[in-house]
């Protein structure tokens, strides 16, 4: 069973700054895997899909790379709008859809 | 505009069944397929499963297996998700989303509740 952790669980960062989230599997899933943020009593949101495209609408700031097992979720200076928990979710393995366990973005 | 608007809010006792709508519109439904993700009070996201709307085939995580049926009415564009033999731990908010061809989700159901309290 796949199995995705995200590092780390608690990200503190200024406004302005850059904030970079991490998201491991355990198997390698290509680049099949997303972004979400979500805030309180939201819906999630996709950011980044095919783990470096930019859903639509998404601002620039907003950035992903990696393959295989090891990715990153960059966002280049964080606004107030920007604080959130962050989830990735890999769909590599049908149908097993697995979401990390999210990283929780806070002002410091 | 896309839009997938849900059904409200449920509580059920442990044992009962729960049947929560998604009802899509501003796109052609049969294009995309749809996923269930429900969330447990101040827990993470957990993916349920899926439904290719133009023909009704389901895929579902394997721990639900059993208890979850997804169907899709294509005449009225809406697709249903039932959870039966409700157990405590089933109290989260249910959310729909449209998928991807790759799997994705870039639209999302404002989500709905449902609690299972005796």
């Known amino acids: 069973e796949i199995v995705m952790t995200q590092s780390p669980a608690t990200l503190s960062v200024s406004p302005g700054e850059r904030a970079t989230l991490s998201c491991r599997a355990s198997h390698i899933i290509s680049t099949n895997l997303a972004w979400y943020q979500q805030k309180p009593g939201q819906a999630p949101r996709l950011l980044i899909y095919d783990a470096s495209t930019r859903a639509t609408g998404i601002p620039a700031r907003f950035s992903g790379s990696g393959s295989g097992t090891e990715f990153t979720l960059t966002i280049s200076s964080l606004q107030s709008e920007d604080f959130a928990v962050y989830y990735c979710q890999q769909y590599h393995f049908w149908p097993q859809y697995i979401f990390g366990q999210g990283t929780k973005l806070g002002i410091k | 505009q896309v839009h997938l608007v849900q059904s409200g809010a449920e509580v059920k006792k442990p044992g009962a069944s729960v049947k929560v709508s998604c009802k899509a519109s501003g796109y052609t439904f049969t294009t995309y397929g749809v996923t269930w993700v429900r969330q447990a009070p101040g827990q993470g996201l957990e993916w349920m499963g899926w439904?290719?709307?133009?023909?009704?085939?389901?895929n579902y995580a394997q721990k639900l297996q059993g208890r979850v049926t997804m169907t899709t009415d294509t005449s009225t564009t809406i697709v249903y998700m039932e959870l039966r033999s409700l157990r405590f731990d089933d109290t989260a908010v249910y959310y729909c989303?449209?998928?991807?061809?790759?799997?994705?989700?870039?639209?999302w159901g404002q989500g709905t509740l449902v609690t299972v309290s005796s």
């Open positions: 439904i290719t709307t133009y023909n009704g085939h389901t």
């Open positions: 989303a449209r998928a991807l061809r790759g799997g994705a989700q870039d639209y």
